[in-house]
């Protein structure tokens, strides 16, 4: 599969809104435009649908991420190394000792030049932390991983 091949990804966001929709896959072009030779890992988990860009097929060389969750339709790009980056403009959120991320509500006031080098710099981590360069593939889609059940929103 490809950036081209969003049919794995459009099974897993049939529950979602299409305002949502279309703000994740506009994201995903975004990311994949910029890194076209890195992979994508699908988790259909079951608080949220989060998907990110690797050089490989592990979850720690990650270096972009995208999550939406299956009650509040929030929607997070992150980073899965954020805490390793610079943020000079502290737009990230996160306390946690890892992952960092903005929450996107509008696809119009993304900001896209400052995500840019913020990705730049988490690619260049990322790439550091692959050991071994049999390890790196190209432009896949795989899905890691399906939870059965899945948390829905509640109905008033």
């Not at 910029?34 to 097929?57: H, Q, R, V």
């Not at 790009?77 to 990230?92: M, S, T």
């Not at 509500?105 to 988490?122: C, H, Q, R, T, V």
Request: proline share 5%; net charge positive; glycine share 4%.
């Amino acid at each position: 599969m490809s950036k081209d091949d969003t049919s794995a990804l459009l099974k897993f966001l049939k529950p979602f809104p299409p305002e949502i929709k279309e703000t994740v896959l506009w994201l995903r072009d975004f990311v994949w435009t910029l890194y076209p030779k890195t992979n994508e890992l699908i988790y259909d988990n079951y608080n949220a649908l989060a998907f990110g860009w690797s050089p490989t097929d592990r979850q720690g060389h990650a270096f972009c991420t995208i999550a939406v969750g299956r009650t509040s339709f929030n929607i997070h790009f992150g980073f899965y190394w954020g805490n390793q980056i610079a943020d000079p403009e502290k737009k990230l959120l996160g306390k946690g000792s890892q992952y960092r991320y903005i929450l996107v509500k509008d696809k119009n006031e993304f900001p896209k030049s400052y995500m840019k080098k913020l990705m730049k710099e988490a690619f260049t981590n990322s790439m550091l932390k692959v050991k071994d360069p049999k390890q790196i593939m190209e432009s896949k889609t795989i899905v890691k991983s399906i939870s059965a059940a899945k948390r829905t929103k509640k109905k008033a």
